[in-house]
Nanobody, 114 residues
């Protein structure tokens, strides 16, 4: 049973930074892609960033140049470094991967004040 646990969310002022972590129960090297999504109140969940097992990354246009996704296979953890945060980045952030089915963490709240 694969479990993902996010942490690192919080309240930050606009222009600030946060680093989110997604810890997996077991090796993440078996996961081809790991992704971060977010969902703001009243909006659909959207893809923020993804990283492949080979280290290739993709980003939503809205976060390019500000967010960086990375994975540490030795620690079974995926990170999302978020810089120059904006109020519109406020959302619950979720970690996701595929292992026979789509697996989600419980989410971590990020609130950016103006």
């Amino acid at each position: 049973q694969v479990q993902l646990v996010e942490s690192g969310g919080g309240l930050v002022q606009a222009g600030g930074s946060l680093r989110l972590s997604c810890a997996a129960s077991g090796s993440i090297s078996r996961f081809t892609v790991m992704r971060w999504y977010r969902q703001a109140p009243g909006k659909q969940r959207e893809l923020v960033a993804g990283v492949t097992s080979g280290g290739d990354t993709t980003y939503a246009d809205s976060v390019k140049g500000r967010f960086t996704i990375s994975r540490d296979n030795a620690k079974n953890t995926v990170y999302l470094q978020m810089n120059r945060l904006k109020p519109e980045d406020t959302a619950v952030y979720y970690c996701n991967t595929q292992w026979g089915r789509s697996i989600w963490g419980q989410g971590t709240q990020v609130t950016v004040s103006s």
